[in-house]
């Protein structure tokens, strides 16, 4: 199993089990920085997955690629718990 895959089914266990979780964006191209967001992880695709996040008491949807988990655009915590 390849580490994207690995990502992938670490994703759809946390959308199983207990979608709420916390989030961390830091995307170089744009301007978006969040540390430590509510999210609720609302669907999971094949590529992609999608979520939920309460920035200053709004909220937004937004759609990552699970590369941007592997490459650290996107920091999911729960994810560290899993592989901690």
């Known amino acids: 199993m390849?580490?994207?895959?690995?990502?992938?089914?670490q994703v759809m266990y946390l959308f199983n089990t207990?979608?709420?979780?916390?989030?961390?964006?830091s995307?170089?191209?744009e301007r978006k920085?969040?540390?430590?967001?509510?999210?609720?992880?609302?669907?999971v695709y094949s590529n992609i997955?999608?979520?939920?996040?309460?920035?200053?008491?709004?909220?937004?949807?937004?759609?990552f690629q699970y590369a941007d988990l592997l490459i650290h655009n996107?920091?999911?915590k729960e994810l560290n718990k899993l592989n901690g």
């Open 27 to 29: 995307n170089k191209g």
């Open 74 to 76: 996107v920091v999911i």
């Open 18 to 25: 207990n979608p709420k979780v916390h989030i961390d964006i």
């Open 2 to 9: 390849n580490a994207l895959s690995h990502i992938k089914s």
């Open 49 to 63: 997955f999608t979520a939920t996040l309460n920035e200053d008491g709004v909220v937004k949807k937004y759609t």
């Open 33 to 43: 920085h969040l540390s430590n967001v509510p999210a609720v992880i609302t669907a």
